[in-house]
Nanobody, 125 residues
Framework: QVQLVESGGGSAQPGESLRLSCSVS????????MAWFRQVLGKEREAIAA???????RYSDSVKGRITISKDNSKNEVYLEIINLTSDDTGKYYC???????????????????WGQGTQVTVSS
């Protein structure tokens, strides 16, 4: 059974930084494509960052430059660091996993098979 558990969300002020973690069990992140998605209330879930099995990364144009995705294969965890938080970063962040590789589909929501429950990030002054 595959399980993804996000942590690290909470409240933050504009300009601050935040690091989200996704702990994975059942699959090895070293062999998976992993991604972070964000969903704002009333809007569709959107991909913001992804990393493939060998560490190649892709980012949404809307967050490029402020967000870094990384992973620790030894801990079987994936991370998302966001700097210079703005109110637009408010939303629920989901970790997702796919047991295959596809550079073209890394930011495609339909590519991912397993999802975490999400962690809420609220940015306000």
């Amino acid at each position: 059974q595959v399980q993804l558990v996000e942590s690290g969300g909470g409240s933050a002020q504009p300009g601050e930084s935040l690091r989200l973690s996704c702990s994975v069990s059942g699959w090895a992140v070293s062999a998976c494509s992993m991604a972070w998605f964000r969903q704002v209330l009333g809007k569709e879930r959107e991909a913001i960052a992804a990393i493939d099995a060998v560490g190649n990364t892709r980012y949404s144009d809307s967050v490029k430059g402020r967000i870094t995705i990384s992973k620790d294969n030894s801990k079987n965890e994936v991370y998302l660091e966001i700097i210079n938080l703005t109110s637009d970063d408010t939303g629920k962040y989901y970790c997702a996993a796919a047991p295959t590789r596809s550079w073209v589909r890394l930011l495609d929501i339909s590519f991912y098979e397993e999802w975490g429950q999400g962690t809420q990030v609220t940015v306000s002054s």
